[in-house]
């Protein structure tokens, strides 16, 4: 198939694009560089069924392929608060191109979506059916919101122009190929152990999150795309197993042998108190996909990514 990934250059979509390329797809990226970048793919400019394309998807794209996987749009908050408005219209002018284009080419497509839609969340684990507990007005909300919204559309293609959509609720994934100074947790805190600089916890860490590594989220992400076309989603994907980050800082020292202490910053605002995904619909609909990769291992190879980047 020809498969068409934006946002391709980033974390994720460089790994869904080796994937891809591996199964003998021919995989056009498309990727304006905001946070991903050519190294990303580098490795892939070899084989003749990898396309790079410098393309912003708040513009029109006018190509031909048989499949889109949506991910363009910076994940991190640090990347998204920069220019919020630029954020805003690559969810939602993103999504109408995209599934603009999804409908010419009567095309299947898949929307990464985010547990941010859950917003500082009251139900704990997230399902699907939980509508949220989001802040319109906040720093946050240019991301939240512009993904609520994309999922909406997602929603009205699909009941208007019967559109075949797969609408999939990442939840906090993590792996080599993260940016450095992305400023998620995860990077964050192997950065600053490798270099013994004090790990930078904020509020008192006793909020929660659920790591996946991205081995096991591509897994998911490509089963989500095969699913029959009655399947929509929204599906949760990522890892139930939860952590404080107290917790997540302490594995890290341990495993970076770091002697780097804690630092304690203010809380940012918004920042949801909990986060952990409730799986069973994925489980069920995904021929029993699971996350395999444990914290501890994924961490391993994600602190080896880093020692080689720094
Ligand atoms: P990333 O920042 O590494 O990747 C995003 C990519 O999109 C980058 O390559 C960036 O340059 C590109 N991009 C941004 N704006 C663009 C535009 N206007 N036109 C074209 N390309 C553009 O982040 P990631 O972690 O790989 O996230 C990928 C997708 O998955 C995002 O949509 C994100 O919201 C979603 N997601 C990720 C996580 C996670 O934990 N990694 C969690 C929830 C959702
Ligand atoms: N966080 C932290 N120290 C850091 C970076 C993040 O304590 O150096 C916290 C942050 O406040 C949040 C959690 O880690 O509670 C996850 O943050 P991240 O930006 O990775 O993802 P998100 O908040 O989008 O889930």
Redesign the pocket.
Known sequence: MKILV??G?????SHLCERLVAEGHDVLC???????SKNNVAHLFRHDNFELMR????FPLYVEVDQIYN??????PV?YQYDPVQTTK?SVH?AINMLGLAKRLKARILQ?????VYGDPEVHPQTESYWGRVNPVGIRSCYDEG?RCAETLFFDYWRQHQLEIKVMR????YGPRM?PN?GRVVSNFIVQALRGEALTIYGDGSQTRSFCYVDDLIDAMILVMSTSAEFTGPVNIGNPREFTMLELAELVIRFTASKSKLIFNPLPQDDPKQRKPDIALAKAQLGGWGPKVSLEDGLQETINYFKRQL
């Open positions: 934006t946002g250059a980033g974390f994720l979509g498309v990727d304006n560089f905001f946070t991903g393309h912003d998807v708040t991910l363009a749009c910076p994940a991190s990347h690559t993103g990464a979506s985010t547990s941010e993904k990442i939840f906090n994934t940016h992305d």
